[in-house]
Nanobody
Framework: QVQVVESGGGLVQPGGSLRLSCVAS????????MGWYRQAPGKQRELVAG???????NYADSVKGRFTISGDNAKNTVYLQMNSLKPEDTAVYYC?????????????WGQGTQVTVSS
């Protein structure tokens, strides 16, 4: 059974830092891409940052220079280091894993972890 499990959310003051972790497991296919998305109340889910394992990264403009995504291929794990957090970063953060085989590609989502930035 494929699982994507996030951890590391919580409450932090403005200007503070958090690190989110996401582990993907259980697929017979190769893990190709992992990304962090977030959804604030009343808003659509949006991409925060993504990484092609062993390859490039991409970021939303709103987090560039503050957030860093990194991946550990051996552990099928991705991290999101979030610095200089702002109240507008408050959201549920979801991890997405993309698996690929010779003729198959599919996404699997985690259940989300709450990040609240407030004084």
């Amino acid at each position: 059974q494929v699982q994507v499990v996030e951890s590391g959310g919580g409450l932090v003051q403005p200007g503070g830092s958090l690190r989110l972790s996401c582990v993907a497991s259980g697929s017979i296919f190769s893990l190709h891409y992992m990304g962090w998305y977030r959804q604030a109340p009343g808003k659509q889910r949006e991409l925060v940052a993504g990484v092609i394992l062993g390859g490039s990264t991409n970021y939303a403009d709103s987090v560039k220079g503050r957030f860093t995504i990194s991946g550990d291929n051996a552990k099928n794990t991705v991290y999101l280091q979030m610095n200089s957090l702002k109240p507008e970063d408050t959201a549920v953060y979801y991890c997405k894993a993309n698996f690929r085989g010779a003729t198959t590609t599919y996404d699997c989502w985690g259940q989300g972890t709450q990040v609240t930035v407030s004084s």
